[in-house]
Structures are given as C-alpha cells and as structure tokens.
C-alpha cells in the first residue's frame, strides 16, 4: 500500500486512547425523565455499516491463538492515520508488532517483576494474550493526545468491522516505561526521543461474546 510505503514491517510497524470519541448511548425522554440505555437496544439504521460497528464494538479481553493477517493490520493502521487531527499536524507515532518473540519476550520481564499476575489461569503475554498489539506514542507536551484518542478510535473501529476484537491498554504501558528491565523492549520502538508512549491496542480474533454495558444517557443534552 503506498500510504504505508515509509513503514517498516518486522518487530514493528511505524506510523500511532486518550480520548476517542464514539456515540455509543443515545438520550432519550418519557415524561422529562431521562433514561440510561444499553448500545444495544439503540435502533440502528439498517445497512449502515458504520453505525453497526460502533454500536457492536466491546473491548475484548480473551483471544483464539491465530495470529492477524498482515493485510488486516495494514487497513486498521491506514485508517487511524486518516483521523482529523489539529492543523493536520499529525503528531502521532505508531508501531505496530505481531512478532511472537518481542511480545513473548517483555512478558517474561513482566513476569519476573509480577510474579502473581503470571499465574492467572490462562495468561499468556501482558497484552490480554492478543497476538498482536498496536502502540500509540504522542509528543511529550501533551499537545497530540486528544488527535491520538482520534487516531485510535478509528483503528478500533476498522479492526470491528474487520471481524478483530480490541482492547485499549494503559498497564503494559505504564510497566514498559516504568521498568528498567523492559527499557530495551522500549528502545526497539525506536521512537522519536520528543515522543511519550501513551497507550497500545491489543489486536486479534475474539475468543469471547462480552454482553453492551450501560450507556449513561444523562450525559447526553440537546440545547434548545
């Protein structure tokens, strides 16, 4: 794909959830009163294929053990780096890593350092056992955050009407820039020395059904 020609494939992908914006409830009124909805029972028009993902989508946190096709990570990544952002600055930096043995290898670091966690049932790597995962880096004067929340709702998205599940992580985050140990891990990122990692997208085929929470409706006004 030429828009991902400058990209580099191999331990990571270069290119960039603070704060992604989706509609997910609906506010609707019965005598004044204001009611909480599930996304669920949102009517949604049908054949509309945008809608359908957002109002479909859950954050997954159980994944099958088949790895995502390269094609299909190139589409989520293109798509978030076609997000609306500021004076189209762009300030997002993205890698992209379905290589077993970096992500096998920081979860080792992981464990020597959360022994406990290791030893949930199930646990495979620290990235929700997804078998590949997407790191978001914005400028370190906070400037980019809200263009990279923009950035990952639209990679979120892209992989839900993909058939891929997602989950939006702040933990391995705050471990790999917090531990000494994963410091190397960090630096194979390779990003710019102005840019803070800032969250990453656990990315892969859903191995769970996770029922719509809750929307609070309140939160939702129309000014007359």
């Not at 859950?58 to 978030?80: A, F, H, W």
């Not at 043995?101 to 464990?111: A, L």
């Not at 979120?156 to 820039?177: D, E, K, N, W, Y």
């Amino acid at each position: 794909m030429n828009t991902l020609k400058n990209f580099a494939f191999g331990v990571c992908l270069c290119g960039t959830f603070g704060l992604g914006l989706a509609l997910l409830g609906a506010c609707t009124s019965s005598g004044g009163k204001t009611e909480t909805v599930m996304s669920d029972s949102v009517d949604t028009e049908q054949g509309n294929a945008v809608v359908e993902a957002i109002m479909s989508r859950r954050s997954i946190r159980k994944y099958k053990d088949q790895p995502v096709e390269r094609e299909k990570l190139e589409t989520i990544v293109n798509c978030g780096i076609n997000a609306p952002s500021g004076m189209n600055r762009q300030p997002w930096q993205v890698r992209v890593v379905d290589n077993a043995d970096y992500i096998d290898g920081i979860t080792e670091v992981f464990k020597k350092a959360n022994p406990k966690a290791a030893e949930e049932p199930g646990f495979k790597n620290m990235f929700r056992n997804a078998p590949a995962v997407i790191f978001i880096a914005s400028p370190k004067d906070g400037s980019g955050q809200l263009d990279c929340g923009l950035l990952g709702e639209n990679m979120v998205l892209a992989a839900q009407s993909l058939g891929l599940g997602t989950c939006c992580l702040g933990g391995p985050i705050a471990f790999m820039t917090g531990n000494q140990e994963a410091a190397s891990y960090l630096e194979r990122l390779q990003l710019p020395e102005d840019y803070v990692l800032l969250y990453a997208i656990a990315v892969g085929y859903p191995d769970e059904s996770p029922a719509a929470k809750p929307r609070d409706a309140e939160k939702v006004k129309f000014v007359e």
